[in-house]
């Protein structure tokens, strides 16, 4: 077909997700999601059999306009959660990225939110606190991290600010 470039058939060939609800025109909601415990081996990650149903409803969420942000409130890249006999590991950044790595698909629906235009917000969480922050925003460009010198953190939202978010462990 003349005038389009094969980025566009591809897009176009793309199958839509059905929205969550009947959304509004006006990005005004605000998601929260939380204690994803994501891991490094799908042989003892906690959450293995969620990871699909995860996925769905990520493409289901980009596809509700009316959708403004999806906070993930910590325990979302788990270090804690390990075989008993899972050797020990020094390089931290090296571990979280076998995380990523095992967690692709899941990662790279995080990456179409943000491409919808939904802001990407991560509040660390007790199974997450040693996550540096560049190797989340290498592997998620865009997304927006909240800490605070304790590694936790509090993410203001809301028209006036008035929403406090955070993951609760401290």
């Known amino acids: 077909m003349s005038g389009c ?3 566009e058939n591809e897009s176009n060939n793309e199958e839509k997700a059905e929205s969550l609800w009947q959304a509004g025109n006006t990005r005004n909601k605000i998601v929260t999601i939380s204690d994803l415990h994501i891991g490094i081996d799908d042989n003892y990650a ?6 699909e149903i995860l996925i769905q409803f990520l493409k289901r969420l980009h596809s509700t306009k009316d959708v403004r942000e999806l906070v993930i409130v910590g325990d979302f890249l788990d270090e804690w959660y390990l075989q008993v006999f899972y050797p020990n590991y020094t390089d931290e950044e090296k571990f979280y990225k076998g995380v990523i790595s095992n967690n692709q698909e899941l990662i790279d629906e995080l990456k179409h939110v943000i491409k919808s235009g939904i802001k990407l917000v991560y509040v660390p969480g007790n199974h997450d606190l040693t996550l540096e922050q560049k190797t989340l925003q290498e592997a998620i460009p865009g ?3 909240v800490s605070d010198a304790q590694g936790l953190g509090v993410y203001y939202t809301g028209d006036r600010k008035e929403i406090a978010i955070e993951h609760g462990h401290r």
């Open 46 to 51: 906690e959450t293995v059999k969620n990871r």
């Open 5 to 7: 470039s094969e980025n």
């Open 143 to 145: 997304i927006v991290q």
